[in-house]
DNA sequence: TATGAATGAGGGTTCATTCAT
DNA sequence: CATGAATGAACCCTCATTCAT
């Protein structure tokens, strides 16, 4: 890579890290392209020889984070050593929850906005060489696991609906309850979830 | 009433319906005050004699068209004679969802910026005089039930922000499942979160 | 005075009253018709009964609080029993510095805009029945005090405008003395203004 | 300095020039930004890198403006061979008078809001770099003349004050008296002011 | 006389985007 | 590639004034 194409980079990482910071500082409404700029330290004109727009680089920042943000929970459960999937579905929402209450601008940057499908994307296609295709990743995590789902997919979609919506709320108003109080209901109802996706080889005597 | 209050009212309701009409068509971010008083064929410094701004008018219509959508689903439960607590909450989702998705416009605006803080608000502070305050009405409905739940808020709290999030991917984006496909699982999901909130009378031997 | 005529009466002062009170607290360009009528609890429309714009006011205003201002050092220095013509005048000159110094929010009312020209529109068309016309207080003042003066309205606009312009700098901003620093210099010069103004009436060998 | 350059300096001076001619023929509150910039013949958003507000333009204005009035009556002095220092600002004083007369618009804008305060720092603080500090030349003028002044700086802040007022008055609305009919006055109460500050060095048998 | 809802022109200001250098 | 001065449309909001009641 030539000193150029270094010097390129650089602006951009730049521009990404600054504006991600403004962002989940100060909402995304009310960062200008004048403010990334500034704290970019590059001139104006050169946002747009990177970005389209204030939404493009927010994009971009969304899919980037967001697989971060899982990457680390599914590490954190590898290292871990729990093996059986509805423990690790719990593992690594729990996770992913005390990531957001730690870093309140994250999460309110990330959900506005946010729709599963956007939320997909940005976790099944990578941006950045480093980040990864997350659906990869889930069905690793089945196969793994030995077990059979039904409708993994939409397994996973209500419970990421279920835990982004009620977290948010507990994370960032503390309403109705607070995250740690809101922790057991979602851990009875998503492993209630998992059951009910979980084609049992053998006799289903429960609900 | 006076003439001079009956155009007052009229003013008034012409501001609401012009902004329910622009906010659903177009969104709020796009629609200007501008737009607003040309289509309620007001000047604009009236615009400001009624509301605050256009995130006031937005909150009180958010307010008014909740407890509506509710509404209507309470008396058309009550009408279909189902008295089972659980086929009663299962049939307003179905009723709400069916009413959200024959009017796309009133789900993005609802949803938008929702957080269960302001939805709460929103049904139980009403602002007009023909608005209920919906928890009343569930607390009723519990009560008529003869049935005793633990934390009834938590619980109505997470059926509400499940069904809402992945009703909201359904039905705007038909992902990852169409409407009618995902009524099921959520039917099954949100029996199982009542049931697990459900203090049983006889012996108790779950959880 | 009829009930009506009172009624109409107590409007009135209340809306000079009001007005007074908002011009030297927050300045005339800050205070808007509104603020007014809401402070003397009357309707808007009510405000254009009885005064053409806020400049009306303002003018009646500065009339009848410089009339006021004048009237006390006068009524004061008749008190004191000075006689001298030249010690009144500075007895009235230190009399009305002290008033404003005590009173900004008034000091800087009557002085913005004020020009002569208006200056002696107020003291000489006193709009208040109990205003009275400060020329003739004026010319009594010479009269009584049995000297000759050359042109005696000259010397008066160039003791107002002199005491009046160097007197807003020093109370306002004791810049580029405070007012007790300033007095004596003022003295020094408005006596020698008084003196060239003199006619005396043995030989006269100055100038 | 580069075409760039060139072409800013000149935006900015269309801004300073369009704005004093409509602040001395209208008054600068009934000239609006958009007035500026229609007649600079720049967009609106021009006026707003280069300066506040109006407000920030006209204090520059002011300054400029001030310091090339007196700046040309001190170099009119100079070239007038006089040496007396009362005979020198008697010179100024009616140099200043005439040019202000010759030029209302100029006398109302710079008289406007001018406290001694503003003035000063006009005069102190050049802006361009063609102004001159006039402190520094008062200065001289003092040492040039070799006598000896007590105060000089109250003196002068009379002198202004006094021939700025009366000034004013008898220029824009020739009341009481014409400015000619003022100026004998004027130059006769000047000398009286000088006269009180300079510090003889024989013996003083006078006042 | 008194009211106050309604008006709407006009204000100042912002900021995404362009393009000559 | 990089710059940043210039643009100008579009925004929100104020407020003096009117007039039907």
Redesign the interface.
């Known amino acids: 890579m030539g000193k150029a194409d270094l010097n390129k980079k650089l602006k951009m990482e730049n521009l990404l890290n600054a504006s991600f910071e403004l962002f989940t500082s100060q909402g995304i409404n009310k960062t200008t392209i004048q403010d990334i700029v500034n704290k970019a330290e590059v001139a104006k004109g050169t946002f747009y020889l990177y970005f389209k727009d204030k939404y493009d680089i927010r994009n971009r920042l969304i899919a980037h984070k967001s697989s971060q943000l899982f990457m680390q929970a599914y590490n954190a459960v590898n290292e871990s050593g729990i093996t059986e999937f509805e423990d690790r579905i719990i593992f690594i929402m729990n996770h992913v929850l005390d990531e957001l209450a730690a870093n309140k601008g994250l999460l309110s940057f990330i959900y506005k906005d946010l729709?599963?499908?956007v939320f997909?994307r940005a976790l099944t296609n990578p941006l950045n060489d480093d980040d990864v295709d997350f659906n990869e990743v889930y069905e690793n995590m089945i196969a793994e696991s030995g077990i059979s789902l039904k409708?993994p997919?939409?397994m996973l979609?209500?419970i990421i609906?279920?835990v982004?919506?009620?977290g948010?709320?507990s994370i960032?108003?503390s309403?109705?309850?607070s995250l740690d109080?809101?922790k057991p209901?979602?851990e009875?109802?998503v492993r209630?979830?998992i059951r009910?996706h979980t084609e049992k080889p053998k006799k289903d005597n429960e609900?």
């Open positions: 729709s599963w499908a997909k409708d997919e939409v979609f209500m609906e279920l982004g919506s009620t948010y709320s960032m108003f309403d109705p309850v109080e809101l209901y979602l009875r109802t209630g979830i009910s609900e």
